[in-house]
Antibody, heavy 121, light 107 residues
Framework: QIQLQQSGLGLVKPSQTLSLTCAIS??????????WNWIRQSPSRGLEWLGR?????????DYELSVKSRIIINPDTPKNQFSLRLNSVTPEDTAVYYC???????????WGQGTLVTVSS | DIQMTQSPSTLSASVGDRVTITCRAS??????LAWYQQKPGKAPKLLIS???NLESGVPSRFSGSGSGTEFTLTISSLQPDDFATYYC?????????FGQGTKVEIK
């Protein structure tokens, strides 16, 4: 059974960097089948896919256009986890952030527990 | 960009009722449509992929249909555990777009 466990700070100041980690059990971050995603949910924007990383002989990264200039998703193979960094945050980035597993398709079959991140001074 | 629109936004129903939720795409998406269930404070759970493929472990009272621009999620006999918010999602290899959700509440 695949489990995803999120960690990270829930309060970030405007203009600073949001940072979250997702630890994987029951699968491998370097699987040749899986892809590892970040999704967020807010009342104003609904569910919004942010990006993913996956390994197919080398590492690939796909990002949603609206955050592409501010986002980095990184795998951590020794710890079997992956991370999200979102730079230059504003109150608009306040949301519940989820990590999720997918495969070739942007379809999400396992999810983390969610982390409420509030951007406020 | 494709937009996904669900109706209704809220649905009041009783245990045992047959419930249908509609999802419309702004242009044809073939069968690249999934349905999720989300309960308060929890992550979404994948119910159906490719418009009508029931995920393993999902009760058979859930079914999905449609193709092109119009899709439906049907719950044949609503159970107490089914009161939740349901989301449709268009997916392919480079895009994921969710509908705004349909809340199924107790009548």
């Amino acid at each position: 059974q695949i489990q995803l466990q999120q960690s990270g700070l829930g309060l970030v100041k405007p203009s600073q960097t949001l940072s979250l980690t997702c630890a994987i059990s029951g699968d491998s971050v370097s699987s040749n089948k899986a892809a590892w995603n970040w999704i967020r949910q807010s009342p104003s924007r609904g569910l919004e896919w942010l990006g993913r990383t996956y390994f197919r002989s080398k590492w690939y990264y796909d990002y949603e256009l609206s955050v592409k200039s501010r986002i980095i998703i990184n795998p951590d193979t020794p710890k079997n986890q992956f991370s999200l960094r979102l730079n230059s945050v504003t109150p608009e980035d306040t949301a519940v952030y989820y990590c999720a597993r997918g495969e070739q398709w942007l379809l999400f079959d396992s999810w983390g527990q969610g982390t409420l991140v509030t951007v406020s001074s | 960009d494709i937009q996904m629109t669900q109706s209704p936004s809220t649905l009041s129903a009783s245990v045992g009722d047959r419930v249908t939720i509609t999802c419309r795409a702004s242009r044809s998406i073939s069968s690249w449509l999934a349905w999720y269930q989300q309960k308060p404070g929890k992550a979404p759970k994948l119910l159906i992929s490719k418009a009508s493929n029931l995920e393993s472990g999902v009760p058979s009272r859930f079914s999905g249909s449609g193709s092109g621009t119009e899709f439906t999620l049907t719950i044949s006999s609503l159970q107490p555990d089914d009161f939740a918010t349901y989301y449709c999602q268009h997916f392919n290899t480079y895009s994921a777009v969710f509908g705004q959700g349909t809340k199924v509440e107790i009548k």
